[in-house]
């Protein structure tokens, strides 16, 4: 189905990003798989390109334009390319400016986000605790008062870009005032440590670490937010996390579905190309249904974003169709190329295994249908 949602210069910006993708990412693709990690050199090119400040005033070095559809765009294109692009870039650019932007003061963001718009300052979001996930309420990383700043102690698990993040806005327990509250951890703090790269199943290309924090001797500057309301604020930057993660799932599957299609065209079996059988068309026919109808939902979803209209439960459903529709989608397109399908030099095979991830991250599926669940007023008895 034709997309209403882009307008001429989101167009433009796409040949750029494509352009940078092409440039800077594919060359160098395996490399980054085996060292784990994306250069900081394409970093600092994506900044440099202007693509990392999406959303930021042009007063601290951003694009000045606060449009979610560039983001899209961006991340759509980084998708193609492999997952972890998008998933590296977009914690960054979808993820961390929210925060970076709205809840920090004046002379934080001079501080901040000149960097992060160049990518001199990567960043990462410390969330997860290898006994809190889906409980957030279960952060133990705790921050006590100490003197004018705060001491932070305790770790975090499966962050990404976490290995070269600069800066890492981190969740702690704070005992005063109670509650959860958001900080600035900042590479080379005394005390701030990070584990070896985990050994993730897909998505090489992107670091993700554990992190560690052993008394951290943090200043008032590096709190972000108001004290003890981290929690609510967490909950409230949820909805651009989910729509980001959706718009990026629906456009790696579509870009599987491309490479399938010029496969099953080229492959022969029986003398015949094996996209004729009619099981290929069925198979085929019913994932491009499925992906147009998780494009147009999610595409409508950014639409609502951007009028700062989309609500918590429909970007909750936004994350979970598309991830579900990308993961079958690209499961059955495995199955048409056959052995080749289980080869990793094969895209789907590689696709395959970095899709796994989006039904677990930014909240597991069975979260999504918590949150929807609820809207239905179908809640758990109390007591
Ligand atoms: C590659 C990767 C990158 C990540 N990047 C980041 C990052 O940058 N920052 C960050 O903070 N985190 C990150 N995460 C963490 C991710 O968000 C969590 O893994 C996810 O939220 C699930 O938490 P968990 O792993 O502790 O699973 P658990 O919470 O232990 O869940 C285990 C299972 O129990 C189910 N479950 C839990 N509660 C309920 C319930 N109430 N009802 C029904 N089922 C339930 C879950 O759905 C799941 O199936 C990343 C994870 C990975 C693997």
Known sequence: MKRALFEDEHNWFRESVAA??????????????????????????AGEAGFLGLGVPAEYGGSGIDDFRFNAVF????????????SSFGIQTDVVAPYLLRLTTEEQRRRWLPGFCKGEIVTAIGMTEPAAGSDLKGIQST??????????????????????????????????????????????MEGFNRGTKLHKLGQHEADTAELFFDEVALPAENLIG??????????????????????????????????TLEYVMERKAFGRPIGSFQN????????????????????????????????????????????????????????????????????????????RITRIWAGTNEIMKEVIGRSLGLEEPQG
């Open 20 to 45: 940078f993708v092409d440039r800077e990412l594919m060359p160098n693709r395996e490399r980054f798989r085996s060292q784990r990690s994306i250069d900081r050199e394409a970093w600092l090119k």
């Open 75 to 86: 991340g759509e294109e980084l998708a193609r390319a492999g997952f972890a692009y998008a």
């Open 143 to 188: 921050a006590r008062r100490d003197g004018d700043g705060w001491s932070l102690s305790g770790s975090k698990t499966f962050i990404t870009n976490g290995y070269n993040a600069n800066l890492v806005v981190t969740a702690a327990r704070t005992p005063d005032p109670g509650g959860i509250s958001l900080f600035a951890v900042e590479e080379g």
């Open 226 to 259: 108001e004290p003890g309301r981290g929690m609510a604020l967490m909950m409230g930057h949820l909805s651009q996390e989910r729509i980001s993660t959706a718009v990026v799932n629906v456009a790696h599957a579509e870009n599987v579905m491309r490479l």
């Open 280 to 355: 290929s068309r069925f198979v085929l026919a019913g994932c491009d249904a499925e992906l147009d109808m998780a494009r147009v939902y999610v595409d409508r979803c950014v639409e609502a974003h951007v009028a700062g209209e989309l609500t918590a439960v429909e970007a909750a459903k936004a994350k979970l169709i598309s991830s579900e529709i990308q993961n079958r989608v690209i499961d059955a397109c495995m199955q048409l190329h056959g052995g080749y399908g289980y080869i990793e030099e094969y895209e789907v095979a590689r696709s395959w295994v970095d899709a």
